[in-house]
């Protein structure tokens, strides 16, 4: 059994720096040469198998099963919440329920375009995150926010505060909503700068 080496440079701040290695090599891969994320991703992945082999002295049999059975366990996870989330989202176009459900929250939200994203981000945003998984409200609710007449990026911002501050806090839209009430003077919030 292969047992991690903490310190194999010697030096707790060089290891570090060569452990950032991989981490580094991919932002650059995708900001400065634009290089598609997939491909990115792969090389990446193939950056952090060879350090480990080399610097952390990693039996290849088992980085080559570590990193088959990680792979495998990523795609998978990827592809069903994917797959599902298509299948919802498709379902409830083809059906109509999507449009009857745009009209319903436009008519209760009074065309107040703050009630309206709370109700949409925090509401379906909690439906689909049981329903399909994490992640996935991000891709659906930013492109619904955005064909409510709201802004690309506030679309996006909301989509990212519901997703990232309900798992931080009980409930994350209530001091938002007394805020937007009295005028949004929040600074966090990209429903009140509507």
């Not at 449009?99 to 209760?108: C, S």
């Not at 375009?113 to 996935?136: D, I, K, N, P, S």
């Not at 064909?147 to 806090?169: E, H, K």
Request: aromatic share 12%; hydrophobic share 55%.
């Amino acid at each position: 059994m292969f047992t991690q080496l903490i310190d194999p440079l010697d030096n707790l701040t060089l290891t570090c720096l060569v452990a950032l290695v991989p981490v580094v090599s991919l932002l650059v891969m995708l900001a400065v040469f634009r290089v598609p994320a997939w491909l990115a991703t792969l090389i990446g992945s193939l950056i952090t198998f060879a350090l480990a082999a080399w610097v952390w002295k990693m039996p290849l049999d088992d980085g080559g099963h570590a990193y088959l059975y990680g792979a495998a366990t990523g795609v998978w996870n990827v592809d069903w919440i994917t797959l599902w989330g298509m299948v919802l989202f498709n379902t409830m176009s083809v059906s109509g329920l999507f449009e009857n459900f745009r009209r319903w929250l436009i008519a209760l939200g009074g065309m107040d375009v703050r009630v309206q994203t709370m109700l949409f981000a925090w509401a379906f945003g909690a439906l689909l995150e049981g329903l399909v998984g994490f992640g996935y409200p991000w891709a659906v609710v930013a492109p619904i926010l955005i064909s409510l007449g709201i802004s690309d990026i506030n679309a996006i911002r909301v989509a990212a505060i519901r997703c990232s501050r309900c798992r931080a806090r009980s409930a994350p839209w209530s001091r938002c909503w007394r805020c937007c009430r009295r005028g949004c003077s929040c600074t966090w919030c990209p429903a009140g700068r509507e």
